[in-house]
């Protein structure tokens, strides 16, 4: 079993910046993947940034050159640094983490006012 805590999200101007952050604990596989997804009521899951490692990330395209995913080893935590937040971006906000299973953290809420 894999556990997922989520913090760093809130209420911000559009414009504004945002840092979320995700520690995993459990049985933490050597080789995984984590990153984030986001979902707006209604709709659903979409991918925001994953990451394998360094070099291995992917973003989805309302997202790029905004938002930068990154991870520490040591510590089985991922970031996600949000800049330039527009109101499109406001949704719930999940850490997701994948080895041979997937975890889903409980969701953290980011909006963004115009």
């Known amino acids: 079993q894999v556990q997922l805590v989520e913090s760093g999200g809130g209420v911000v101007q559009a414009g504004g910046s945002l840092r979320l952050s995700c520690v995993a604990s459990?049985?933490?596989?050597?080789?995984?993947?984590m990153g984030w997804y986001r979902r707006v009521p209604g709709k659903q899951y979409e991918l925001v940034a994953i990451?394998?490692?360094?070099?291995?990330?992917q973003y989805s395209d309302s997202v790029n050159g905004r938002f930068t995913i990154s991870r520490d080893n040591t510590n089985n935590t991922v970031s996600l640094q949000m800049n330039n937040l527009k109101p499109e971006d406001t949704a719930v906000y999940f850490c997701?983490?994948?080895?041979?299973?997937?975890?889903w953290g409980q969701g953290t809420q980011v909006t963004v006012s115009s």
């Open positions: 997701h983490y994948r080895d041979h299973d997937v975890y």
């Open positions: 459990g049985n933490i596989a050597p080789i995984n993947t």
């Open positions: 990451i394998r490692s360094f070099t291995n990330f």
